[in-house]
């Protein structure tokens, strides 16, 4: 179902956005380009530089959400406030911009909160929290303003419909959250969400803190508003109504929405280019002006990780912040594009190509206009590449933007877009170290946002060029008139050519994704490939993808594979991916690509630290969950003092005539039986329900294909394990191990004999899985739902301590595992889906059911 949701969201959003341009088209009809020019040039600077201290003061407003946030959770945490707004400033900035909240929004906060060792969880809840608090405010402006002083959107809607009833319900729920927090009421059930409520003082700040926020918003824009205009309560009213739809579209940024709302609802703007041009001035002043502080700050703060100022171990959630930079980059040659092409489609400036049209034949300043539109569309489109991190395309966009700064220098476009190419030239230069996946460009896949925001781009640029030259919209649609003005030398012939070309890629671009979609087939395999996969791996936890629970993606070389499961809307990968090593990378875009596709979030638990920046490049947020005990076993000595209770043991059982046993899995016939019946008596024992997915199943149709140990008395098996081991004997595990009720510890013994077999046996490492480790951590609070994974915690009725001091016993190496997951709300979600999946499946016993039912 959220996969429909997201396909029909995106392209929603992008057709609102056009039939707001559409919209916008009619209402300045009777207006011209030069006069919103000279009424933007005509705001005063006093004025300017007031609704620049407005907008500043916006987002740092917003900051306080999170420091309320903070004390509502009680985060013992020591972060100070600056901190928090700086962090706050950054990520507001970034996601008002891009309307990817949780791309920016919440990362950020992810990667730098997590600093200062605050855990996942109170992170999401802070970000919750502050989702909560912007509602608050619109409910509470909002509510009161559209119940008392309704505005009619018959203009909107052609409906004799007001706000009054939106009003009515904003109040209604701002009220009931009010009596909610002053009863102390506790946590409440809706629909799927648990939401506990802050007392009556956290309230109060929430609402106060919101509600200021909403007005100096709709200050910021008065500011700018002609003087004597409008009064600004009806400016307050008409912009909270454009709020809401802004809000309803899902156009990033709300850009065209939210001019197209107000010019609709303002009385008589759409003939005043004073209220045009402060709608302009406002979209500069405030998202475009912040945007480029932010990014300044951002560039400083990943400075000073690099020259060390910052502790540069320090991870944030196993990462760095320069995984950020790499979006950061995407997102502004995605804007430098943007704005050569709205420059593109402005008059030529002649005053500044005087000398070189003398130097020059005339038609080569029309070629270089041209050539600018395209390469900035290509710009547009390369930025994509730059986000997945492909080598070619730092290559391909460094010589683009270097191309187009050549062309600048021709055409004579505004200072303002040459500072912004040098600025992106520069940084690209000083990245190359971000790109290092070296595949085809062609290979690139657009998401339906990317595609969209594109489009939505080019629509904008047209719909510029034909406001700004006052051309007949349908009078381009005769063939006739089409050809007969594309070679002429004026300034709407230059704009048709460039938005002709433009039309033309962006059709071939569309065209291409829709045939790679069409031809590009999954890679076929069978279970045998799976397995020659398995034999060729270097570790144990690689036969479990024999396990009949495990879903696969397999590379085109059929070298390597990842083995996963699905639970609702998550895709859960056990551990690395299995295979070649330099395979891997690659796997692990694709699965993140197909993922995406299927708008399924993927989670990778128990990895390796050694490839956690692959992780963090495909958008993946890490934290550790334990350390895993591996045991040098060429250093394994059992006549160390510390193996004496063993050997003690050993003494024992051996004198009480237990013999222990290695077998091939070619007598595991032999014994399934015995081993069904003792498995069944140690799970009754124990009270143990047997997960799924994860290893420590108890599961014949993988486990035939296994060796196995086992433990006999009298002929009798009273004990057996299960190895999983590499065939090139780099490494051995025992991750099943199952027992008869004894007077002896059978489960110490049998492990300390499979040891010594796989010492004897010329084996490397023997892995004996997870075990916690208590330390203060950013993820102390989210390790605890994944200790049972952790190898024989059953055996010590996870008591991670027990655990923990049983395998120290073998002195082996620790190192972390980590769980890699979507950095978002959905870290919550993966949790319960988790849970789920390793769950053991329900199952209705109609015999003891129907038995209940006949006796009563």
């Known amino acids: 179902m959220k996969k429909w949701i997201k396909i029909i969201l995106v392209p929603l959003g992008f057709f609102i956005f056009i039939g707001a341009l559409v919209l916008l088209h009619n209402q300045l009809k009777n207006l011209s380009y030069v006069d919103v020019i000279n009424a933007l040039k005509a705001i005063p600077a006093a004025r300017i530089a007031i609704a620049l201290c407005l907008a500043l003061s916006y987002y740092l407003v917003l900051g306080g ?11 013992k945490v020591p972060i100070k406030p600056k901190d928090i707004i700086f962090t706050c400033f950054i990520s507001n900035v970034l996601a008002n911009n891009t309307g990817y909240s949780m791309l920016f929004g919440g990362s950020i ?32 402006v909002g509510g009161i303003i559209f119940t008392f002083a309704p505005v ?24 009931l959250y009010i009596l909610l927090s002053t009863l102390h009421s506790k946590p409440r059930k809706i629909f ?40 600004y309560f009806v400016l307050l009213k008409v912009f909270l109504v454009s709020q809401f739809l802004v809000i309803i579209s899902q156009v990033p940024g709300g850009m065209g929405v939210l001019e197209t709302s107000i010019t609709l609802l303002m009385p008589n703007s759409a003939n005043n280019p004073g209220v045009i041009s402060a709608l302009l001035a406002y979209r500069a002043v405030f998202y475009f002006f912040p945007l480029l502080i932010a990014l300044v700050m951002l560039g400083a703060f990943e400075f000073m990780v690099f020259t060390k100022k910052f502790n540069r171990t320090a991870k944030i959630f196993g990462k760095t912040v320069s995984s950020v930079v790499v979006q950061v980059i995407a997102l502004c040659s995605f804007f430098v594009g943007m704005i050569a092409m709205f ?36 710009i547009l489109f390369i930025s994509r590449a730059l986000q997945l991190r492909i080598k070619k395309a730092w290559s391909i966009s460094s010589c683009l933007v270097s191309f187009a700064i050549a062309l600048i220098l021709i055409v004579g476009e505004p200072t303002l877009v040459l500072m912004c190419f040098v600025s992106l030239l520069i940084v690209l230069l000083f990245s190359k170290k971000y790109f290092y996946r070296d595949i085809p460009i062609l290979k690139t896949d657009f998401s339906s946002w990317w595609l969209c925001a594109v489009g939505g781009v080019f629509a904008l640029s047209v719909w510029i060029g034909f406001f700004v030259n006052r051309q007949d919209i349908f009078s381009w649609i005769h063939l006739d008139v089409f050809f007969s003005s594309l070679l002429n030398t004026n300034d709407a012939a230059r704009f048709l050519r460039a938005s002709f070309g433009i039309g033309v890629i962006v059709l071939i671009v569309i065209v291409e994704q829709i045939l790679k979609n069409f031809f590009n087939k999954p890679v076929l395999f069978t279970k045998k490939d799976i397995e020659a996969i398995v034999h060729s791996s270097d570790y144990a936890y690689s036969l479990y993808a024999l396990a009949p629970d495990k879903e696969f993606i397999v590379n085109d070389e059929k070298d390597a594979f990842i083995m996963y499961a699905k639970s609702k809307d998550s895709w859960i990968v056990l551990g690395d991916p299995v295979g070649r090593n330099f395979s891997r990378n690659e796997l692990l875009w694709k699965f993140k690509e197909i993922a995406d596709k299927a708008a399924a979030k993927p989670a990778f638990v128990g990895i390796d630290g050694k490839y956690a920046q692959i992780y963090d490049d495909v958008g993946l947020d890490i934290f550790d969950i334990g350390q895993e005990a591996k045991v040098e076993l060429k250093k394994f000595n059992t006549y160390k003092e510390n193996f004496k209770s063993f050997h003690d043991l050993e003494k024992k059982i051996e004198k009480a005539g237990i013999t222990y046993k290695s077998l091939s899995a070619d007598m595991f016939n032999r014994y399934k039986f015995e081993f069904a019946e003792i498995n069944n008596q140690w799970v009754g024992d124990k009270h143990y329900f047997e997960m799924n997915f994860i290893p420590g199943k108890y599961d014949e149709s993988y486990m035939q294909y296994m060796d196995f140990s086992v433990l006999e008395k009298d002929g009798k098996v009273c004990a057996f394990s299960i190895f999983s ?33 796989a010492k004897d046996d010329g084996y490397k490492w023997f892995d004996l899985g997870l075990a916690y480790f208590n330390r203060v951590d950013n993820s102390r609070d989210v390790a605890k739902y994944f200790a049972k994974m952790f190898m024989f915690a059953e055996h010590f009725k996870y008591d991670t301590a027990s655990l923990r001091e049983f395998k120290d016993k073998f002195s082996p190496i620790w190192h972390n595992k980590y769980v890699a997951i979507h950095p978002d709300k959905y870290i919550v979600s993966f949790i319960k889906n988790f849970t789920v999946l390793i769950s053991p499946k329900k199952s209705v016993d109609w015999k003891s059911f129907f038995r209940r039912v006949f006796r009563r």
Do not use: C
């Not at 730098?112 to 929290?129: C, G, P, Q, W």
């Not at 203009?155 to 004799?160: C, G, K, T």
């Not at 706000?163 to 109040?171: A, D, F, H, N, P």
């Open 65 to 75: 959400y999170d420091i309320v946030a903070f004390k509502f959770i009680d985060a």
């Open 192 to 231: 799927k969400w648990t939401i506990s409520f802050p007392n009556i003082k956290i309230v109060t700040a929430q609402v106060l803190l919101a509600t200021s926020d909403w007005l100096i918003a709709s200050l910021t824009l008065f500011a700018l508003m002609p003087e004597g205009y409008i009064s």
């Open 109 to 140: 906060r992810y990667r730098l909160y997590s600093l200062y060792n605050v855990s996942m969880i109170d992170i999401t809840k802070v970000l919750l929290f502050s989702s909560a608090t912007i509602w608050l405010g619109l409910l509470a």
């Open 343 to 378: 420059s593109a489609s402005t008059p030529f400036n002649v005053d500044q190509l005087k000398v070189i049209i003398n130097l020059l034949p005339s038609w080569f300043a029309d070629l270089s206009h041209f050539l600018l539109s395209i390469t900035a569309i290509g």
């Open 725 to 757: 081991k590499t065939d090139n004997k780099h490494e051995i595990s025992s991750g099943i191990v199952r027992y008869v009720k004894s007077e002896y510890d059978l489960f110490s013994y049998i492990l300390f004999k499979n040891i010594i077999y």
């Open 152 to 175: 009619s959107l018959e203009s909107v809607f052609n409906l004799n419909i007001s706000t009054r009833i939106i009003g009515l319900i904003s109040v209604a729920i701002l009220v």
